[in-house]
């Protein structure tokens, strides 16, 4: 047995000798590789897959699913600051299905689906009141949950006691909820509101006044109605002064990008300032317009003409002359020729155009503009010919009169103070080196350095490897050559000397081992 160990000790000596550094290299590598892919395996073979089975839970229903599991003998892992627990892939559905059966988890929260258990002719007003509130309590808050961004959601609600009397006056409810948002989530203005609406309509006689929602951090959502949302003066400022920037930084774009296709866009300098109306002006309009304004008639809805024409003949003087102390003898009719009269009337109901406008005016108005501008003259010119001035204060004043509300009645001098061009080399410009001179960093250096001496290394190794490669072939020849013919009786003949020669060329290592082998032997 001794001998037989010591014979594999020597042979495996002896082919461990044999071998080059690179392949006893290769061959330490490729058993520490089977040895690290063998663990590998075995570990990802035998390590279990946890997947949560619950999420978003309480530290009730946490450690209740925990208790259950582990009385059963399953493996489970705790995350999340106790509100997800995690089970084994494999046992996730039918641990829903099983605990969903037994009733797990129950929260201990009443909703109304309690109701039905509990019903019976034993329970007091007083116990039914309590679970009443504790079941809107439970439904309030599931509603609240199903908002987006919220996690969790507290409701207290405080009801007043109901008097015996019918003409005393019964107090409001009371409603105080928290929710625990998701981090990077805040509550907009209309989901403050529709949680407001949510509580009042969801609780009997609760006003909004009496609600109070906060979150995890105490901070008070405060409900603000149409009337009041905009009374805030810094708010209004800030809108307002949003709204002015915007204008302003439009219409600097627009000139800067304008004149800085004609004279080169680093050679321009714009600064718009504006001054804005925001009144804003609700009126009502009622108008009277004919409908032939050049006429100024309407159209005739109904006509009416009346004509009348008389004639008659004339009587003498006669009758019963007057008797008296002041006329004596005065005669009782005067006589009167022949007459005749003639009446022409006409009645014409016309029609007008009646307008009536509900006119609410434009937030905001641009009531005064002014643009400045500052342009460079081109090389070899102290400033712009005045022509060229000219053009660009003329396409500025388009640009006022466009702007301003009500500028199209503003003389031209008018609108020729509110711009402002000059023309001048410009000192505090910038100058850019058009041809940068490039600097390679030192780090740089050292690396192609190192790089380079790692390639002459290889370079040395691969032609001292061919060099004593050749020395191999030399040597291997000059010992095929001294090697005497062998003779036949010995069982070598022609054909192995050439299977010989043949290794030798071939397999230059193996022939040397050979040797040796038939060395030692001798």
């Given amino acids: 047995m001794k001998e037989k160990l010591s014979l594999y000790k020597q042979k495996t000596t002896e082919y461990w000798s044999g071998r080059t550094s690179r392949q006893k290299g290769i061959l330490i590598g490729s058993i520490l590789a089977v040895i690290a892919l063998f663990f590998l395996l075995a570990f990802f073979g035998t390590r279990t897959s946890y997947v949560p089975l619950y999420n978003d839970l309480s530290l009730q229903e946490t450690g209740q699913?925990?208790?259950?599991?582990?009385?059963?003998?399953?493996?489970?892992?705790?995350?999340?600051?106790?509100?997800?627990?995690?089970?084994?892939?494999t046992l996730v559905d039918s641990l829903k299905v099983e605990l969903a059966a037994e009733g797990i988890p129950t929260s201990g929260s009443i909703d109304y689906s309690f109701f039905k258990e509990q019903m019976g002719f034993g329970m007091t007003d007083n116990e039914f009141s309590v679970m009443n509130r504790a079941a809107m309590q439970t439904e309030l808050g599931n509603l609240i949950r199903n908002i987006d961004g919220v996690n969790q959601a507290n409701v207290m609600i405080t009801l007043p006691e109901e008097s015996v009397w019918l003409n005393a006056e019964q107090d409001a409810s009371t409603a105080s909820v928290v929710v625990d948002l998701a981090p990077g989530y805040q509550l907009g203005s209309s989901q403050v509101k529709a949680l407001y609406h949510l509580v009042s309509k969801s609780v009997p006689n609760l006003p909004i006044d009496n609600i109070v929602i906060m979150n995890q951090m105490f901070e008070d959502y405060l409900y603000e109605s149409e009337d009041n949302?905009?009374?805030?003066?810094?708010?209004?400022?800030?809108?307002?002064?949003?709204?002015?920037?915007?204008?302003?930084?439009?219409?600097?774009?627009?000139?800067?990008?304008?004149?800085?296709t004609m004279v080169g866009r680093d050679k321009v300098l714009v600064s718009v300032t504006t001054d804005i109306d925001f009144t804003q002006e609700n009126r009502t309009e009622a108008l009277v317009e004919p409908v032939d304004p050049e006429n100024m008639e309407g159209i005739a809805v109904s006509m009416e003409r009346v004509s009348e024409v008389y004639s008659g003949e004339g009587y003498p003087e006669g009758g019963i002359a007057g008797t008296g102390e002041g006329v004596?003898?005065?005669?009782?009719?005067?006589?009167?020729?022949?007459?005749?009269?003639?009446?022409?009337?006409?009645?014409?109901?016309?029609?007008?155009?009646?307008?009536?406008?509900?006119?609410?005016?434009?937030?905001?108005?641009?009531?005064?503009?002014?643009?400045?501008?500052?342009?460079?003259?081109?090389?070899?010119?102290?400033?712009?010919?005045?022509?060229?001035?000219?053009?660009?204060?003329?396409?500025?004043?388009?640009?006022?009169?466009?702007?301003?509300?009500?500028?199209?009645?503003?003389?031209?001098?008018?609108?020729?103070?509110?711009?402002?061009?000059?023309?001048?080399?410009?000192?505090?410009?910038?100058?850019?080196?058009?041809?940068?001179q490039t600097v390679l960093p030192a780090w740089l250096y050292i690396v192609g350095g190192i790089l380079i001496?790692?390639?002459?290394?290889?370079?040395?190794?691969?032609?001292?490897?061919?060099?004593?490669?050749?020395?191999?072939?030399?040597v291997v020849e000059k010992l095929i050559e001294e090697i005497p013919d062998l003779p036949d009786e010995e069982g070598l003949s022609s054909t192995k000397r050439k299977q010989l020669e043949k290794m030798a060329k071939e397999k230059p290592e193996d022939f040397s081992k050979l040797l040796r082998t038939w060395l030692s032997e001798d």
């Fill in 229 to 260: 949302a905009s009374t805030s003066t810094l708010t209004a400022f800030e809108q307002q002064r949003s709204i002015q920037r915007e204008i302003e930084r439009d219409l600097t774009k627009n000139v800067q990008q304008m004149l800085g």
């Fill in 65 to 89: 699913i925990k208790e259950t599991l582990d009385a059963r003998g399953i493996s489970s892992t705790i995350s999340n600051n106790g509100t997800t627990i995690l089970v084994p892939e």
């Fill in 453 to 474: 001496a790692l390639i002459l290394l290889l370079l040395i190794l691969l032609f001292r490897k061919r060099k004593q490669e050749q020395e191999k072939e030399l």
């Fill in 328 to 436: 004596p003898n005065y005669p009782g009719v005067i006589s009167q020729g022949d007459s005749e009269w003639e009446r022409t009337e006409e009645r014409i109901n016309n029609e007008v155009n009646r307008i009536n406008r509900d006119i609410v005016e434009s937030p905001y108005k641009i009531r005064d503009l002014g643009i400045q501008v500052m342009i460079e003259p081109p090389e070899g010119m102290d400033a712009l010919p005045q022509d060229r001035i000219a053009d660009i204060q003329q396409i500025l004043g388009t640009i006022v009169r466009t702007s301003i509300n009500g500028a199209n009645e503003l003389p031209q001098d008018v609108i020729n103070q509110k711009i402002f061009v000059s023309s001048q080399p410009f000192e505090g410009k910038l100058e850019l080196d058009l041809n940068p």
